[in-house]
């Protein structure tokens, strides 16, 4: 069954905006009965079934064949009995067995490429609807049938979550031939399936019991995906440490939905939005809410999975959760908040800024010091994510204040940046596996000289690292200057002093993030792909030979080329998201028009980014002629100077740790810092030092300060807990005697 839901203005059955005495929103009811659809919205739901449906069926693809060969000879029995003609199988060629499974792999990631252009086909539809589409599926209970719903917000993650998709698909076959032979390509396939399926199905679901069940197989299956490569004890570490986190931030969610469940008595989405709960079950609610959310997008001090788990996935996987799932849990927290609890409260912002302004600063602070190229990516990803909650949390505190305008501004902005942080940190993790695929290192002190080696992935990780260091024109500069445009207008409306001191804080600690973040990732790109290779396997890189590693992360980059120079197009598109969730829109952004960027009016501030591109481009022009004036601009290629001291060297070149050590000495109460040198002297002469040994251990603070002292606490609870269980029949039969008379006097 399939209806259409006319769209909601805040909550729905309540206002969730009070702008002085005027209350902003109506409320729609929801048909009990179906109604007659378009063909655009009846599309809209096929589009993301078939999405579903495409990304496991990738998996039962992979799975068939893996263990082809248990099928395929009662398959041939049958048809014999049957009566259907059947040639006789030649007898394999050499290397049968291996050109199979390559056919096989890129039918695969042909329907998980099918699922992401549905999901995308199906997100851009529902974005120019005019009403939530809204349906139930014969599974589940009986007497809770699957409740599903796209909306403008469901619409816009199936948009992030479509183009993720379709860059793995591209991208995997040729990586995950590296995989032949030594893992099993059928649980890659499987269970990389499952997990798309899992956060199509949180996306779509309108019913608590749909959303755990996605929400459980999204967070299981890429735990498998994070062990994949299980003869490592890192990786098994990482994805038992994963697991761990995603079911304690599982039981959160679960809490929190108790809470709305206990109120309306019902697990569906529609009662919740017609509840009514206390502002103290409420701000509980919210608080669970935001642990087990935060928690999946790895906010600070919840983020000791991150670092571990995405630089133990596969490249193309890594991608799928920095760029994707993280997003899922910002989905999941708007949801709960703007849509199903409503009444959204100044202090929740504020809860929400903080978390989001500490996340940023540490997470940029702990990135800029790593060593090892995939883990830099996750902590960048921990920075990401702070910015992002800084613009939710912008958004609460004005909305709190009634100060509606100023407050979609914040949403825009950390709308804009889930897009813009799907997009390149997408890029920068396939393009990080295509280094590692080619130089067997993750370690950025055992790259070099790539630029000349590998060309094509030089030049998309450069754009990569332009646009996360949010340098215009690219997309990474404009959803941080909305941030920033938000911040600013708090001084002139917020009366709390002590609030309007945190913005300004929070302000000025963005400011912070982003000159870390160009200084992260100028060491990031100069150590690993300038300056001479410093072994000899970087030496040996070339460039990939499979165009669907290289298309994958150009098509990535094109978008943020686009999303970076065509903000006011993004803009608008957004506009009925925000009248979904608050009621109004940002009708300031394009008011000059789709040249010019104006947030918060024409009189503010304003961005022209196709004129910074224009500008670019002629400065790079006048450049290139006035060096090709005259007989003496011949290009002469020479040796790079060596200052005197004869032939340059690797050895001779800054390193990674060296690039950071003025930023380490600085803020070295950030880290857990051991730095150890140990020098080797001659035998015959002691006072000859003849090498010197270097070791820097650099550790996050969270782990003494947090989670070791957790763990001793489970461990002492476990102890005492441990002494019921005493080996004695008739003790155990007097717990349960006494646990049968508790229950029998509380149904009583």
Known sequence: MVHNNPGRAGRGGKSSIVSGKRLIGTKFACPAY???????????????????????????????GEHRAAWTGPALQV??????????????????????????????????????????????LQLHADAAVSGQLPFGLPWLHWHVRLDTLSAFFLVVLGLGVIAAGVYGPGYTRQFAGQYSFGALGLFTGSFVAGMEGVLIADDAYLFV??????????????????????????????????????????????ILAAASHSFAFDAWRDAHVTPAWGTAAFLLALAGFGMKAGLVPLHAWLPEA???????????????????????????????????????????????????????????????????????S??????????????????GKGHVQLGLIGLVAALYHVLNHSLFKNLLFLAAGSVVHQTHRHDLEHMGGLIKRMPVTAGLFLAGSVAIAG???????????????????AASVIDNGILRSMVSVAAAILAFTAAVAAACFVKLYGVAFLGQPRERRSAHAHEVSHSGMLWAPAMLAGLCLLLGVLPTWVLDAMRPITRQLLGETLT?????????LTPGGVSTASYSAPLVLLAMALAWWLLRRLERRGPAADVRRAPAWDCGFGGLSPRMQYTAAAFAQPVRRIFAPVWETVETSTPETAAANPLQVTALSYRLEIGDRSWRWLYLPLTRVVEDLARQTARIQTGQVRIYIAYSFMTLIVLLGVVS
Not at 389 to 399: D, E, K, R, S
């Open 213 to 258: 069940i996605a929400w459980e197989a999204m967070t299981v299956s890429s735990y498998f995906l994070v062990g994949y490569q299980h003869e490592h004890a890192s990786h098994r570490r990482a994805a038992f440490l994963y697991l761990l986190m995603g079911e304690v931030g599982a039981i959160a969610i679960i809490l929190a939905f108790g």
């Open 588 to 596: 300031s952004a394009s008011a000059r028009g789709w040249l010019w």
């Open 471 to 489: 340098l215009p024109p690219l997309n990474g500069f404009v959803s941080e200057w909305l941030t920033f445009q938000a911040a600013l207008q």
């Open 79 to 124: 048809a014999k009995l049957v009566r259907i003609p059947v040639p006789l199988r030649p007898k394999p060629a050499v290397g049968h067995h291996r050109r199979l499974p390559h056919a096989w792999r890129r039918m695969v990631f042909a329907l998980l490429t099918a699922s992401g252009v549905s999901a995308l086909g199906a997100g851009l």
């Open 382 to 399: 921990i920075e990401n994510m702070g910015i992002v909650f800084m613009g939710l949390g912008l958004c609460m505190v004005f909305i």
């Open 34 to 64: 179906p109604s007659r659809l378009s063909p655009g919205s009846s599309m809209t739901l096929l589009l993301a079934y078939a999405s579903v449906a495409a990304a496991l069926s990738s998996g039962l693809l992979a799975l068939l």
């Open 310 to 380: 995405h630089p133990a996935a596969p490249a193309h996987v890594s991608g799928l959760m920095s760029g994707v799932m993280l997003k899922i849990a910002v989905y999941g927290l708007l949801r709960f908040a703007f849509d199903l609890l409503g009444d959204v409260q100044w202090y929740w912002g504020a809860i929400v800024l903080g978390l989001g302004t500490g996340s940023a600063a540490l997470g940029i602070l702990y990135a800029v010091v790593q060593s090892d190229l995939k883990r830099l990516l996750a902590y960048s």
